[in-house]
């Protein structure tokens, strides 16, 4: 009874292991979209997709290892919109193909990426953005 007992127990840690390490994508709807990416001194870097795009299906994981990979950084968030239920956010923000990735920083949209998709681009691109528009809104907050 023992050896089932602890078996339990390593499987019960395992998936809990499996739920804290999973990535810190945020899904972005109608309802959210607006308030989350008008938060004060906080980028967004969101990718907005629809399930039937095969460009879409060919990122994999990568989102979610962008994700990983920002964990821990309190100015950065990542978000994913899906134009298919979404529609609304995706016309206002001026989505025309599939795979787009904007970074909004206080509400504003800042930057849409077009490099190169792996996770280390994606990420230099949103620390690198990020960094200049948080500069540039301390000099705006600075005239005021």
């Keep these: 009874m023992k050896l089932g007992a602890r078996l339990i127990a390593l499987i019960l840690l395992l998936?809990?292991?499996?739920?804290?390490?999973?990535?810190?994508?945020?899904?972005?709807?109608?309802?959210?979209?607006?308030?989350?990416?008008?938060?004060?001194?906080?980028?967004?870097?969101?990718?907005?997709?629809?399930?039937?795009?095969?460009?879409?299906?060919k990122l994999g994981n990568l989102w979610e290892e962008l994700g990983n990979a920002m964990e821990g950084d309190d100015e950065i968030e990542i978000g994913e919109v899906d134009c298919g239920k979404s529609r609304d956010v995706c016309t206002k923000v001026e989505i025309h193909s599939y795979p787009t990735f904007k970074l909004f920083y206080n509400g504003e949209e800042v930057s849409k990426y077009r490099g190169k998709r792996d996770v280390e681009s994606l990420r230099t691109f949103v620390v690198e953005e990020t960094e200049k528009a948080a500069e540039k809104a301390q000099l705006e907050d600075k005239e005021l």
């Design 15 to 57: 998936s809990l292991a499996i739920v804290l390490t999973e990535a810190e994508v945020i899904t972005l709807t109608p309802e959210t979209f607006s308030d989350k990416v008008k938060e004060k001194d906080t980028a967004w870097f969101v990718k907005f997709c629809v399930p039937w795009c095969k460009h879409c299906k």
